[in-house]
């Protein structure tokens, strides 16, 4: 479609494709190019959108299968496919969204039930970047039920169940970014080499590539580890994972690629991990095939051991460090816990493990390196016979942890989630965006659960330039006192040329939850996303994070909702080529989202900012910003 170009005063806009309606067209005065061919104006089960097209999949409807569709499909495009019909698999997507127009297959409930995949060699197939596939059911693929080999890809709001190989796998080659949120995985593996979740990476293509686990519920393998990676970067938050066969948890080497590529991180927060075999609850490393020097974070996680089982963590093949801060290791039944088997080839050669306010049962031999740990006979759990292990009013382990971790000197783990923010699931498939914030009373409790029902309350950290806010002493305001763009346009107002040191802020309206938008800063006027130097995204996943060089991070975890109001603020050093970044909103406390994050990578040079500019790329939504303020 050809694009539309907007201009109101200061702001200048460019759209995506434009609007595909005769009625439209005559009232705005613009051209459009016709429709494909293949595809009639009539056909009600493709509607043409601003942002892309939806087509619409079903028993009753034109399309019935979403093979007919996969070829057609754009950025920016929606297939929704209706729930409480069985659809075979052997699906195959091929074709590229963007980074800012996603290519999003959706399953839409009937009388409450998904639309089921099933059956083939993969039931679905994954084969392409930028991807969102969420609302279903997959079942029964002889070899993958899901088969991811793409890059940028989530997969949400799924149950992946009775796959008799693996339930989901990235593939060694041609996978990159990979993240589950919200997904159930049962009864799928097979043996010692087919697992539940197993993502691979190709860390030549993908050198930063992250996997990213959140919110999920594994349980009751056939076979192999419950969830094992080999992933660039893991960022294991808040799941509830039990019931694998060996590990639950496996963060290990790329499998046949240089292990001097990358350094293999893992970031393991605020997760339950239940055994019920005998292995190791968690292995990382390497496994003789996949060799690594990662650095490894263990942060307010509750290990639940059965009598006989093996270490909690396996240390294994080459590792720098490991730090655990807040755990919780208790064996159910009683007795003591070994917390670590050291199986590693240390790359300073000697162990470097730090742990801090991690609790263990009586009698267990604490690990060298570990200070303030707590030694109980009874942690205090609800009832840990039937999966509740929330804690008591009575816990001896409630405020006892620490509110800010450290890491091992020269090994400190990059952009860490700072502290956990949620409870994990309860031995169920949460509903999106239902995971409950974690409380704060007092102290930190150990564990993956916090005490209490009370709203959460956050304490930023201390910012290494003041952030007290005061009246800006120059305030600049955009021509529009409230800049709102449509999918596509983009909004930018100049300012006076910034080279040192300064703070902004914004009023920022998203009117979803998952808007995929940004407001930041530039030189010169922006029409395209690598443009932009300093910027808050406020994601499709319905989080808000900040640009770190090439990829988006954040401190601490940070979820908006659609209509509400946050105060975005910045505070940038154009110099250093660095910024921080808060989110306060409407009545609520400022966050720290960021401290020193660098400049997005393409704009690494860049000796001063002379523009804002916002953006959204959600077809039905909208974005806006009030109250630009500069000083």
Same mark, same amino acid.
Request: charged share 20%; with cysteine.
């Given at each position: 479609?050809?694009?539309?170009?907007?201009? !109101?005063?200061?702001?200048?806009?460019?759209?995506?494709?434009?609007?595909?309606? +005769?009625?439209?067209?005559?009232?705005?005065?613009?051209?459009?190019?016709?429709?494909?061919?293949? @595809?009639?104006?009539?056909?009600?089960?493709?509607?043409? %959108?601003?942002? $892309?097209?939806?087509?619409?999949?079903?028993?009753?409807?034109?399309?019935?299968?979403?093979?007919?569709?996969?070829?057609? #499909? %754009?950025?920016?495009?929606?297939?929704?496919?209706?729930?409480?019909?069985?659809?075979?698999?052997?699906?195959?997507?091929?074709?590229?969204?963007?980074?800012?127009?996603? &290519?999003?297959?959706?399953? +839409?409930?009937?009388?409450?039930?998904?639309?089921?995949?099933?059956?083939?060699?993969?039931?679905?197939?994954?084969?392409?970047?930028?991807?969102?596939?969420? $609302? !279903?059911?997959?079942?029964?693929?002889?070899?993958?039920?899901?088969? /991811?080999?793409? /890059?940028?890809?989530?997969?949400?709001?799924?149950?992946?169940?009775?796959?008799?190989?693996? $339930? @989901?796998?990235?593939?060694?080659?041609?996978? $990159?970014?990979?993240?589950?949120?919200?997904?159930?995985?049962?009864?799928?593996?097979?043996?010692?080499?087919?697992?539940? &979740?197993?993502?691979?990476?190709?860390?030549?293509?993908?050198?930063?590539?992250?996997?990213?686990? %959140?919110?999920?519920?594994?349980?009751?393998?056939?076979?192999?580890?419950?969830?094992?990676?080999?992933?660039?970067?893991?960022?294991?938050?808040?799941?509830?994972?039990?019931?694998? #066969?060996?590990?639950?948890?496996?963060?290990?080497?790329?499998?046949?690629?240089?292990?001097?590529?990358?350094?293999?991180?893992? =970031?393991?927060?605020?997760?339950?991990?239940?055994?019920?075999?005998?292995?190791?609850?968690?292995?990382?490393?390497?496994?003789?095939?996949?060799?690594?020097?990662?650095?490894?974070?263990?942060?307010?996680?509750?290990? #639940? +051991?059965?009598?006989?089982?093996?270490?909690?963590? /396996?240390?294994?093949?080459? &590792?720098?460090?490991?730090?655990?801060?807040?755990?919780?290791?208790?064996?159910?039944?009683?007795?003591?816990?070994?917390?670590?088997?050291?199986?590693?080839?240390?790359?300073?050669?000697?162990?470097?493990?730090?742990?801090?306010?991690?609790?263990?049962?009586?009698?267990?031999?604490?690990?060298?390196?570990?200070?303030?740990?707590?030694?109980?006979?009874?942690?205090?759990?609800?009832?840990?016979?039937?999966?509740?292990?929330?804690?008591?009013?009575?816990?001896?382990?409630?405020?006892?942890?620490?509110?800010?971790?450290?890491?091992?000197?020269?090994?400190? !783990?990059?952009?860490?989630?700072?502290?956990?923010?949620?409870?994990?699931?309860?031995?169920?498939?949460?509903?999106?965006?239902?995971?409950?914030?974690?409380?704060?009373?007092?102290?930190?409790?150990?564990?993956?659960?916090?005490?209490?029902?009370?709203?959460?309350?956050?304490?930023?950290?201390?910012?290494?330039?003041?952030?007290?806010?005061?009246?800006?002493?120059?305030?600049?305001?955009?021509?529009?006192?409230?800049?709102?763009?449509?999918?596509?346009?983009?909004?930018?107002?100049?300012?006076?040329?910034?080279?040192?040191?300064?703070?902004?802020?914004?009023?920022?309206?998203?009117?979803?939850?998952?808007?995929?938008?940004?407001?930041?800063?530039?030189?010169?006027?922006?029409?395209?996303?690598? =443009?932009?130097?300093?910027?808050?995204?406020?994601?499709?996943?319905?989080?808000?994070?900040?640009?770190?060089?090439?990829?988006?991070?954040?401190?601490?975890? !940070?979820?908006?909702?659609?209509?509400?109001?946050?105060?975005?603020?910045?505070? @940038?050093?154009?110099?250093?080529?660095?910024?921080?970044?808060? @989110?306060?909103?409407?009545?609520?406390?400022?966050?720290? #989202?960021?401290?020193?994050?660098?400049?997005?990578?393409?704009?690494? %040079?860049?000796?001063?900012?002379?523009?804002?500019?916002?953006?959204?790329?959600?077809?039905?939504?909208?974005?806006?910003?009030?109250?630009?303020?500069?000083?």
């Amino acid at each position: 479609m050809n694009s539309m170009i907007k201009s !109101f005063g200061s702001r200048s806009f460019a759209a995506g494709k434009c609007i595909a309606s +005769l009625a439209a067209l005559s009232i705005v005065g613009l051209g459009c190019a016709p429709l494909d061919e293949d @595809i009639a104006a009539e056909d009600l089960d493709a509607e043409e %959108q601003a942002a $892309g097209t939806t087509y619409k999949v079903g028993p009753t409807r034109t399309y019935k299968t979403i093979t007919e569709v996969a070829g057609r #499909l %754009q950025p920016g495009d929606v297939v929704e496919v209706d729930g409480n019909a069985t659809y075979a698999g052997n699906i195959r997507l091929t074709k590229w969204g963007t980074a800012t127009s996603k &290519i999003t297959i959706r399953g +839409l409930k009937v009388n409450g039930k998904r639309p089921l995949l099933r059956g083939g060699t993969n039931t679905i197939e994954l084969n392409a970047n930028h991807i969102v596939f969420e $609302g !279903f059911e997959v079942t029964g693929g002889s070899s993958r039920c899901i088969f /991811h080999h793409g /890059h940028d890809v989530t997969i949400r709001d799924t149950v992946v169940h009775d796959c008799p190989a693996h $339930g @989901i796998l990235g593939a060694d080659e041609d996978a $990159g970014s990979l993240t589950l949120e919200y997904v159930e995985v049962y009864k799928c593996g097979a043996g010692t080499t087919k697992h539940p &979740i197993y993502i691979g990476m190709d860390q030549t293509k993908y050198p930063n590539g992250v996997f990213r686990m %959140q919110y999920s519920y594994v349980h009751d393998a056939n076979g192999g580890n419950a969830v094992k990676s080999r992933a660039s970067r893991n960022e294991i938050y808040y799941n509830w994972i039990e019931g694998g #066969l060996y590990k639950e948890l496996e963060l290990i080497g790329a499998d046949g690629q240089d292990p001097g590529l990358v350094r293999e991180d893992g =970031d393991v927060v605020g997760n339950v991990f239940r055994k019920t075999h005998t292995q190791f609850v968690v292995r990382v490393g390497g496994d003789g095939t996949g060799e690594t020097n990662g650095r490894y974070r263990f942060v307010n996680n509750t290990f #639940l +051991l059965m009598q006989g089982s093996s270490a909690a963590i /396996h240390l294994f093949d080459g &590792i720098e460090s490991i730090e655990l801060h807040n755990n919780i290791f208790h064996r159910v039944g009683g007795g003591s816990v070994q917390v670590f088997r050291d199986d590693a080839s240390w790359t300073t050669g000697s162990p470097l493990i730090k742990g801090v306010n991690n609790a263990v049962p009586t009698g267990t031999t604490v690990p060298a390196g570990f200070t303030g740990t707590k030694i109980v006979s009874d942690p205090g759990f609800t009832n840990v016979n039937a999966r509740d292990v929330t804690l008591l009013q009575s816990s001896p382990l409630r405020n006892a942890g620490v509110s800010s971790t450290s890491g091992i000197s020269g090994r400190s !783990f990059p952009s860490p989630l700072a502290m956990p923010l949620y409870h994990p699931p309860r031995a169920t498939l949460l509903a999106v965006g239902s995971a409950p914030r974690r409380p704060s009373e007092g102290g930190v409790d150990l564990g993956a659960f916090e005490y209490g029902t009370a709203p959460a309350t956050t304490t930023p950290t201390t910012p290494t330039t003041p952030t007290t806010p005061t009246t800006p002493t120059t305030p600049t305001t955009p021509a529009a006192s409230c800049p709102v763009v449509d999918p596509g346009e983009w909004s930018n107002a100049s300012l006076a040329a910034q080279r040192g040191k300064f703070t902004v802020s914004w009023d920022v309206t998203p009117s979803a939850s998952r808007i995929d938008g940004v407001v930041g800063l530039s030189r010169g006027a922006a029409d395209a996303w690598t =443009d932009m130097a300093a910027i808050v995204i406020f994601d499709e996943q319905g989080n808000v994070r900040v640009r770190n060089g090439s990829r988006y991070l954040s401190d601490r975890a !940070f979820t908006y909702s659609g209509g509400k109001t946050y105060k975005v603020r910045m505070v @940038i050093d154009v110099a250093a080529k660095t910024y921080s970044a808060f @989110i306060q909103p409407a009545g609520g406390a400022e966050v720290q #989202l960021a401290n020193n994050y660098a400049f997005r990578t393409e704009q690494a %040079q860049v000796s001063e900012l002379t523009n804002w500019a916002m953006t959204q790329t959600v077809a039905g939504a909208t974005l806006s910003a009030c109250n630009f303020a500069i000083r």
